[in-house]
């Protein structure tokens, strides 16, 4: 099977694993979670339609798609009852990041070259711009906290079963919990773009020494 073939049943899959929430969402009445598999049905495609220009490989599309099920995956009450060892929204955000950095790295990666120096700066702007989509991310989920409140979903602070009203999330901001949260969010996005970016720049360079053998 070919590339293309093999990239456009990955695609398939995923819109149907996304279809597949949206319906779990609706039966059980958390129809917050509809949207947002709208929305990454949208940004699947958007991904998909440009699969040559990010050079999209098999392996980075099933990633991509696992970090966004990851998200619809909160359905299941996982943003406050966490199925790891760490909060299920650390988690999110560190393979979100993972995910969006090895994306991102193979826009980049035809301007490496035998400069030290110049491949430095690359990885540096591979992990800046991957931090900015993070921020971009946590902005529209504050719009969306000034337009929606609080509850489940990416429009709304909080996940599915968390005890987060208004009234406890004016306590929680006085002793800093917003910018808690904010700040986590960040760093996780932070080690997932840097562990994401040094991983494929490893991979890359391991296969061009093979190539020159």
């Not at 070919?2 to 398939?12: A, G, R, S, V």
């Not at 279809?19 to 129809?31: G, P, Q």
């Not at 990010?54 to 696992?66: E, K, V």
């Not at 602070?157 to 968390?162: H, Q, Y």
Request: proline content about 1%; glycine content about 8%; charged content about 15%.
């Amino acid at each position: 099977m070919n590339k293309e073939k093999q990239i456009k049943i990955i695609y398939i899959i995923g819109i149907l694993l996304f279809i597949l929430f949206a319906f779990y969402a609706y039966s059980s009445n958390v129809k917050e979670y509809i949207n947002d598999s709208i929305i990454l049905i949208i940004l699947l495609s958007i991904i998909y339609f440009l699969r040559k220009q990010f050079n999209l490989s098999s392996a980075i599309f099933i990633i991509l798609i696992l970090a966004m099920a990851s998200h619809d995956a909160g359905v299941f009450g996982f943003y406050s009852n966490s199925p790891i060892p760490i909060q299920y929204d650390h988690f999110t955000h560190f393979i979100g990041m993972f995910a969006v950095s090895l994306l991102i790295f193979n826009l980049f990666k035809k301007y490496f070259s035998s400069s030290k120096l110049n491949n430095v700066l690359i990885l540096i702007m591979v992990i800046l711009a991957s931090l900015g989509i993070g921020s971009l991310i946590e902005s529209i989920e504050y719009l969306g906290f000034l337009k929606f409140g609080t509850g489940p979903g990416l429009l709304k602070f909080g996940g599915l079963g968390d005890t987060i009203t208004e009234e406890t999330l004016r306590d929680i901001d006085l002793i800093g919990g917003g910018w808690i949260n904010t700040m986590e969010d960040l760093i996780y996005n932070f080690l997932g773009a840097f562990l994401g970016t040094i991983l494929m720049y490893v991979l890359n360079k391991n296969a061009s020494k093979s190539k020159t053998m």
